[in-house]
Nanobody, 122 residues
């Protein structure tokens, strides 16, 4: 399964950006999908994840209250709405699929997208 992330770009501090992840395949609705990010010189870190049922979600403390993850199983997409952006949100953002939305380790996610760059200016 090859995921396709899109929607990155340049944002301003305090502003918003929306990322989308397309997960092709008829079994999309059975996967949990997560977003990760990797900033300059940093390790890849968990951002948010959503269970196949669209109800259960999980967020990193650093984005809680600012980012919202959602999914549309009819369109095979998962979105990450990023509000109140901060310069420290600058990173390449990746979407990934797993069998369990509770996983926060990248090693637990089997399928990955190519990444999309988000740059937040002051």
């Amino acid at each position: 399964v090859q995921l396709q992330a899109s929607g990155g770009g340049l944002g301003q501090a305090g502003g918003s950006l929306r990322l989308s992840c397309l997960v092709p395949g008829r079994t999309f609705s059975s996967y949990a999908v997560g977003w990760f990010r990797q900033g300059p010189g940093k390790e890849r870190e968990f951002v948010a994840s959503i269970k196949w049922d669209s109800i259960n979600t999980r967020y990193a403390d650093s984005v809680k209250g600012r980012f919202t993850i959602s999914r549309d199983n009819a369109k095979n997409t998962v979105n990450l709405q990023m509000n109140s952006l901060k310069p420290e949100d600058t990173a390449v953002y990746y979407c990934a699929a797993s069998s369990n939305f509770a996983y926060t380790s990248p090693a637990r996610y089997k399928w990955w997208g190519q990444g999309t760059l988000v740059t937040v200016s002051t």
